[in-house]
């Protein structure tokens, strides 16, 4: 299964909102293409990932069901839209696209989320604490949000100018 070229902030694909797809599309080679973003996912030692941060604006997620134990349980929701949330709570948080940056972000503690498996058929899951962090941050992804919008002015500011430094690096390193 090949490892995926990861997108990084900075990217115009992480800005814009993803695709619906369409129950059509879920075939054999949209089933690979998520085996290959789990492969992804966990390649860079990650706990979630959106469809748009290897390329395609589409909505899609994948995620580890981090109760089964890293690895374990690799989750997959097409379409996923979060009809119940409830409580609230901050947590650390980073992402794949905006590598070493991380922060405190105030999520709901508890969601429902509806969505279609890799088979296409419904379902529907509830999910608390550090999972509905992993699903509200992918989701958000699907609406062309990072977890650096939901800082405060200051706190955001820092961060991307931070990562602007780090992207400089990042890409000396790659074309070495
Ligand atoms: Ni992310």
Redesign the pocket.
């Known amino acids: 299964m090949p490892v995926l070229q990861l997108r990084y902030m900075g990217d115009p694909i992480l800005r814009k909102k993803a695709a619906k797809v369409e129950p059509e599309e879920i075939d054999d080679k949209f089933r690979q293409f998520i085996a290959d973003m789990l492969e992804t996912m966990y390649t860079n030692e990650g706990v979630?990932l959106?469809a748009p941060?290897v390329g395609e604006s589409k909505r899609l997620i994948v995620y580890d069901n981090m109760e089964a134990g890293y690895r374990l349980d690799p989750q997959a929701l097409i379409n996923p839209e979060i009809v119940e949330r409830e409580g609230s709570c901050r947590g650390e948080e980073g992402?794949?696209?905006i590598p070493e940056i991380k922060d405190m972000v105030e999520r709901a503690e508890r969601i429902v989320v509806r969505g279609l498996d890799r088979d296409g058929n419904e379902m529907e899951i509830e999910a608390e604490g550090m999972q509905a962090r992993v699903i509200q941050?992918?989701i958000d992804?699907l609406e062309g949000i990072?977890?650096v919008d939901r800082l405060g002015g200051v706190k955001k500011r820092l961060a991307v100018s931070r990562w602007k430094k780090l992207r400089k690096e990042l890409e000396a390193r790659q074309s070495a």
Do not use: D
Request: aromatic residues 10%; contains cysteine; negative net charge.
């Open positions: 979630g959106a941060q992402c794949l696209s941050h992918e992804h990072l977890f």
